[in-house]
């Protein structure tokens, strides 16, 4: 079974400030993918970053990067540059080996201040 | 972003009513889910559709009962639900091949209010 962590319930970050959201995982697979999401008041889930387990660089997309610390079990995400529209609840996620399962963290709620 | 849709987004009903909620994918995915996401608590996956065939079913009573007719379409059919069942019902899809990374796209979700 996987398990994931988010001990942040609630962060505050000012506008264009950078902004790091704690995720740590426990599984006992050697092969797992680790996620992020986006869920604006909306409702949806939006993706933003993928980390395999097995991928040696840290994952970078736009102003997301994901800080993965492997012997940590750890897999935070950083938020560059923080505008209004970042304000959301975050999501960290583990993938098992086949793909088919996903477990979710309880997340972190964003607020970004202008 | 309309890769996948939910309707209703918003759906009141009594303890004794059956509804159905629908999902549709226009993503050419294989793989498709359904999850339950109660206020305070983590995503719970429900039900996982690989290629129309159930292949999770995660202990979920049977007043859900879920029918995937297509790899486009995934339905959640309720019935005789109880107050405890609210919630935001998010429906997924992906690509179903057994990548490594097995990207999940969501719905904007229905937020379902059993009186």
Redesign the interface.
Known sequence: AQK?TQTQPGMFVQEKEAVTLDCTYDTSDQ?Y?L?W?KQPS??????LI?Q?SYDEQNATEGRYSLNFQKARKSANLVISASQLGDSAMY?CAS?NP??????????TQLTVNP | ETGVTQTPRHLVMGMTNKKSLKCEQHLGHNAMYWYKQSAKKPLELMFVYNFKEQTENNSVPSRFSPECPNSSHLFLHLHTLQPEDSALYLCASSQGAGLDQETQYFGPGTRLLVL
């Open positions: 994931i092969s993918g996620f999401y909306s409702g949806e889930m939006i993706f993928y395999g999501f993938q086949s793909g088919s399962r996903l477990t979710f963290g309880e997340g």
